[in-house]
């Protein structure tokens, strides 16, 4: 079974086995956000958590700043954007699993003007 060493808490690791189903998939495209969402028995919770995209010089990367160690990298914006998002679920899928606290949802992102 492969092991991935992405969405790691400080060293804490999961395996990853499977790929996300097709309905899943499917899901994801319909959601107008970078996010996940919140289970609270049948009721289903949209979130959504603040990405920062930088160029890596060949590549781009991203990260949660609410989630951290939840990390992607990928070729282009778009495919980094697609990235993150499955990132971002299958790192609060692990949180469910352990029984961990999904983090709020809490960092702002703006932008500010400055003489240059």
Request: proline content about 9%; some cysteine.
């Amino acid at each position: 079974m492969p092991w991935l060493t992405a969405c790691g808490v400080e060293g804490w690791t999961r395996p990853f086995s499977r790929r996300p189903s097709q309905r899943l998939l499917e899901k994801r495209e319909e959601q107008p956000f970078l996010g996940s969402s919140l289970r609270s028995g049948n009721k289903v919770t949209p979130v959504r958590y603040a990405i920062v995209i930088e160029n890596a010089g060949s590549n781009y990367s991203a990260y949660v700043p609410d989630l951290p160690g939840c990390i992607a990298t990928g070729e282009t914006i778009a495919e980094t954007e697609r990235l993150i998002r499955e990132a971002i679920e299958f790192h609060l899928e692990g949180l469910r699993a352990d029984g961990t606290p999904i983090p709020p949802q809490s960092s702002r992102v703006d932008y500010v003007e400055v003489a240059a």
